[in-house]
């Protein structure tokens, strides 16, 4: 059955709101992840396998997180939610849903740029309501327009958009499959075999430096010649990182300083907060960060948000520092909440000072805020988003090519390991102040493990580059009546010659400054004039 009713498209529509909301959603993230959205609508439509796959192959080209600052560059969750059930009802193939996947989601870039600017009117909704509090007992308003805003505004800019493409657009690409002409579905297909390849070179753009690129290479290579699992390749991956740690180090294992890990709670004899608190009010911030996130006051909203419940505790008879807590809290912020959520793990710490009397500015809250955060920002990130767990990803990847359900738990598995690591990070910050966070950015250690790490993502980028880059030469002569595959003579120099040379030429592009919208905007013309052209 081609088209979709219209309680389906509600449905698809605001699952994709659903994953927009910013916070207030115990799936916030994982609901932006392909795979796992592939799973849902494949479990709507019926076919969970099919969703799951075509789900892990627009995975490819959103292996790492694009954008810094909490900017949205492609929409996973709107390229996903649209891509698969129009593929899916259409009959279209898993590399043709990708190229769909590509359009849509560039358009998600105009629907987020959209809610930020009008979640402002919820920042400052806020700010009159902190300045009308006349208690501290009762904090509801700010609740009900803080989330109830945001969620609002998410609706205003995502349901509308897909319901509309769902319910009248997916019946128009189902009946245009009819009639599109043979190049034209060969290029969609073609360009699903091209784009995961830039995809895997994004990613090893961000967490590897110009000298690990001989281990994606070797990735590439090992992948090519003897096909193992990506599992083995990961290991192969960790043993070099390892010797190549050793070997820097000048042939001895590096000493690791983890003082910061093994310190003690010095701070729990005399805390309001219990460990288990402070793991709760962690998990808030992991929640809550992105919610009401705009273009005047970037994460304000979402702060305020995470900090509620323990500033009420704080100033539980103190109206005024109630007030001046809040106002700190919704000051313009921006950077990492899992490693970097150790700032507002000392942001506690200093508010709970201020509380009991100490001698402390509330304007030191602010700079310690302000020039913690962009460090932090550039050093979680550069951990979490484009290292942790793009390999974490990629590890799972084949899994969910393969239509099983366990690739769908990518990014379930990457937000539980997130949170074990924000309630450490988060709890160091507040028992050990700023401390913590100059002894997290000063510690050799670290560079071992992302030095390690970094090899090892390389090579396992490489095998995915070559297992998931499939582009082939459909060029064929004749000699003495023998027929010969052009793409089959250059696979006899090296196997995987023509995927290897377009990788080549898309890392050269972007080393020199080319931007990733190009790439992708002048793979998709190559695929479709190939095919028209018979090359491809």
Same mark, same amino acid.
């Not at 740690?245 to 004899?269: C, Q, R, T, W, Y």
């Not at 799972?396 to 539980?416: E, K, N």
């Given at each position: 059955?081609?088209?979709?009713?219209?309680? !389906? $498209?509600?449905?698809?529509?605001?699952?994709?709101?659903?994953?927009?909301?910013?916070?207030?959603?115990?799936?916030?993230?994982?609901?932006?992840?392909?795979?796992?959205?592939?799973?849902?609508?494949?479990?709507?439509?019926?076919?969970?396998?099919?969703? /799951?796959?075509?789900?892990?192959?627009?995975?490819?080209?959103?292996?790492? =997180?694009?954008?810094?600052?909490?900017?949205?560059?492609?929409?996973?969750?709107?390229?996903?939610?649209?891509?698969?059930?129009?593929?899916?009802?259409?009959?279209?193939?898993?590399?043709?849903?990708?190229?769909?996947?590509?359009?849509?989601?560039?358009?998600?870039?105009?629907?987020?740029?959209?809610?930020?600017?009008?979640?402002?009117?919820? =920042?400052?909704?806020?700010?009159?309501?902190?300045?009308?509090?006349?208690?501290?007992?009762?904090?509801?308003?700010?609740y009900t327009d803080g989330i109830g805003g945001s969620i609002l505004m998410?609706?205003?800019?995502?349901?509308?958009?897909?319901?509309?493409?769902?319910?009248?657009?997916?019946?128009?690409?189902?009946?245009?499959?009819?009639?599109?002409?043979?190049?034209?579905?060969?290029?969609?297909?073609?360009?699903?075999?091209?784009?995961?390849?830039?995809?895997?070179?994004?990613?090893?753009?961000?967490?590897?430096?110009?000298?690990?690129?001989?281990?994606?290479?070797?990735?590439?290579?090992?992948?090519?010649?003897?096909?193992?699992?990506?599992?083995?390749?990961?290991?192969?991956?960790?043993?070099?990182?390892?010797?190549?740690?050793?070997?820097?180090?000048?042939?001895?294992?590096?000493?690791?300083?983890?003082?910061?890990?093994?310190?003690?709670?010095?701070?729990?004899?005399?805390?309001?907060?219990?460990?288990?608190?402070? $793991?709760?009010?962690?998990?808030?911030?992991?929640?809550?960060?992105?919610?009401?996130?705009?273009?005047?006051?970037?994460?304000?909203?979402?702060?305020?948000?995470?900090?509620?419940?323990?500033?009420?505790?704080?100033?539980?008879?103190?109206?005024?520092?109630?007030?001046?807590?809040?106002?700190?809290?919704?000051?313009?912020?921006?950077?990492?909440?899992? /490693?970097?959520?150790?700032?507002?793990?000392?942001?506690?710490?200093? !508010?709970?000072?201020?509380?009991?009397?100490?001698?402390?500015?509330?304007?030191?809250?602010?700079?310690?805020?302000?020039?913690?955060?962009?460090?932090?920002?550039?050093?979680?990130?550069?951990?979490?988003?484009?290292?942790?767990?793009?390999?974490?990803?990629?590890?799972?990847?084949?899994?969910?090519?393969?239509?099983?359900?366990?690739? $769908?738990?990518?990014?379930?598995?990457?937000?539980? /390991?997130?949170?074990?690591?924000?309630?450490?990070?988060?709890?160091?910050?507040?028992?050990?102040?700023?401390?913590?966070?100059?002894?997290?950015?000063?510690?050799?250690?670290?560079?071992?493990?992302?030095t390690t790490v970094s090899v090892l993502g390389m090579t396992v980028l490489?095998?995915?580059?070559?297992?998931?880059?499939?582009?082939?030469?459909?060029?064929?002569?004749?000699?003495?009546?023998?027929?010969?595959?052009?793409?089959?003579?250059?696979?006899?120099?090296?196997?995987?010659?023509?995927?290897?040379?377009?990788?080549?030429?898309?890392?050269?592009?972007?080393?020199?400054?080319?931007?990733?919208? =190009?790439?992708?905007?002048?793979?998709?013309?190559?695929?479709?004039?190939?095919?028209?052209?018979?090359?491809?």
């Amino acid at each position: 059955m081609y088209g979709f009713t219209v309680t !389906e $498209a509600i449905i698809i529509a605001a699952y994709y709101w659903f994953a927009w909301w910013g916070g207030a959603n115990p799936l916030f993230l994982i609901t932006w992840n392909a795979t796992f959205n592939g799973m849902v609508l494949g479990l709507l439509l019926g076919d969970v396998k099919t969703g /799951i796959i075509m789900g892990g192959t627009i995975q490819t080209i959103y292996l790492a =997180h694009i954008g810094g600052g909490g900017n949205l560059l492609s929409d996973q969750a709107l390229a996903s939610c649209v891509a698969i059930p129009i593929a899916m009802r259409a009959g279209m193939d898993a590399e043709a849903a990708l190229a769909l996947a590509v359009t849509f989601g560039l358009l998600g870039n105009f629907c987020d740029s959209l809610q930020r600017t009008l979640n402002g009117f919820v =920042h400052r909704r806020l700010e009159k309501d902190v300045a009308a509090l006349t208690s501290t007992k009762s904090l509801r308003k700010l609740y009900t327009d803080g989330i109830g805003g945001s969620i609002l505004m998410a609706f205003i800019c995502r349901f509308p958009l897909v319901f509309a493409i769902i319910y009248f657009g997916g019946n128009g690409v189902s009946n245009l499959m009819d009639i599109m002409p043979a190049f034209i579905t060969n290029g969609l297909s073609t360009v699903g075999k091209m784009l995961p390849g830039i995809g895997m070179l994004m990613v090893a753009r961000l967490i590897g430096q110009k000298l690990m690129l001989p281990f994606f290479v070797l990735g590439f290579i090992i992948m090519r010649l003897v096909s193992p699992t990506i599992f083995t390749v990961a290991i192969i991956g960790l043993c070099l990182g390892i010797l190549w740690v050793i070997l820097a180090n000048g042939g001895k294992a590096p000493e690791m300083n983890m003082e910061l890990f093994a310190s003690k709670d010095e701070g729990d004899k005399k805390s309001i907060f219990t460990r288990a608190e402070r $793991a709760y009010y962690a998990y808030r911030l992991t929640l809550y960060y992105r919610m009401g996130i705009s273009f005047e006051y970037l994460n304000g909203v979402g702060i305020m948000l995470a900090e509620l419940p323990w500033l009420k505790k704080i100033y539980a008879n103190d109206l005024d520092g109630l007030k001046a807590g809040l106002n700190r809290s919704l000051e313009p912020y921006v950077s990492d909440v899992i /490693i970097g959520g150790s700032i507002i793990g000392a942001v506690m710490s200093m !508010e709970e000072n201020i509380a009991n009397g100490e001698a402390i500015d509330g304007s030191m809250i602010t700079t310690v805020k302000s020039s913690l955060m962009g460090p932090m920002a550039g050093f979680g990130d550069s951990i979490i988003q484009t290292t942790m767990m793009p390999i974490i990803r990629s590890l799972f990847l084949p899994f969910a090519l393969s239509g099983s359900i366990i690739g $769908a738990m990518m990014d379930v598995v990457g937000r539980i /390991i997130q949170w074990i690591v924000a309630i450490v990070c988060y709890g160091k910050g507040y028992t050990l102040g700023k401390s913590a966070m100059l002894k997290i950015l000063r510690g050799g250690w670290i560079n071992t493990l992302m030095t390690t790490v970094s090899v090892l993502g390389m090579t396992v980028l490489g095998a995915l580059a070559s297992n998931y880059t499939k582009l082939a030469l459909a060029v064929e002569f004749t000699v003495q009546e023998n027929v010969i595959n052009l793409d089959s003579i250059l696979n006899g120099v090296m196997p995987g010659f023509v995927s290897a040379i377009y990788l080549v030429f898309c890392y050269i592009f972007l080393e020199k400054g080319g931007k990733y919208i =190009h790439l992708i905007l002048g793979s998709m013309g190559l695929a479709f004039l190939g095919c028209l052209v018979g090359l491809f």
